[in-house]
């Protein structure tokens, strides 16, 4: 597919802070594999709507899916040799910056096959790992809604390496 080679492209010769490549990041369950997580924008959230839609307090938990259905997907997502609290299931775009928040309803599988185009497990025990970005997904937020930046750049922060956005929004990365 054109898109995954672009974001496969777009990952080729990063070289993160502390010396890793961005395979070695995919395979640390750090960055996600561009193969399989593109990230969806949520068909519900554009540019002119922002004020009603994740701009308002609270909003995310209107439009969240159950903890019940994504932590089952996360156990599913566990890489081999870790186990389902060593890290979470990420929303690759997060929820809060416009990204799909998951099927409704949650049998449905096709609905359930796109969402897990932005859902992945990501790692908690890393230096990038999933708290880190977690600051990221918060500062987009704050820019997002301050009409500081776009919808579209905040995708753009988040994919293919959140960890260049994170440099760019938010500081430097540790060594």
């Known amino acids: 597919c054109m898109i995954v080679a672009l974001l496969a492209a777009a990952l080729a010769g990063y070289v993160a802070p502390d010396g890793r490549t961005a395979d070695q990041l995919v395979a640390a369950h750090v960055l996600p594999d561009p193969a399989v997580v593109t990230g969806i924008q949520n068909p519900a959230v554009n540019q002119s ?3 009603t839609t994740i ?9 969240r899916p159950p903890t019940s259905y994504t932590d089952k997907l996360r156990a599913q997502l566990t890489p081999a040799g870790h186990k389902p609290p060593d890290g979470e299931g990420d929303h690759g775009w997060p929820i809060e910056d416009g990204g799909m928040p998951g099927p409704v309803p949650v049998s449905d599988p096709a609905q359930t096959k796109l969402f897990l185009k932005s859902f992945w497990w990501q790692i908690f025990d890393d230096r990038y790992g999933a708290r880190r970005k977690d600051v990221l997904e918060t500062k987009l937020h704050r820019e997002i809604c301050s009409g500081k930046i776009t919808l579209q750049q905040a995708h753009d922060a988040l994919f293919p390496n959140w960890l260049v956005g994170y440099t760019q929004y938010v500081g430097p990365l540790p060594k």
């Not at 701009?55 to 439009?63: L, P, Q, R, Y």
């Open 55 to 63: 701009c308002v307090a609270n909003w995310t938990k209107t439009v």
């Open 49 to 51: 709507n922002i004020k």
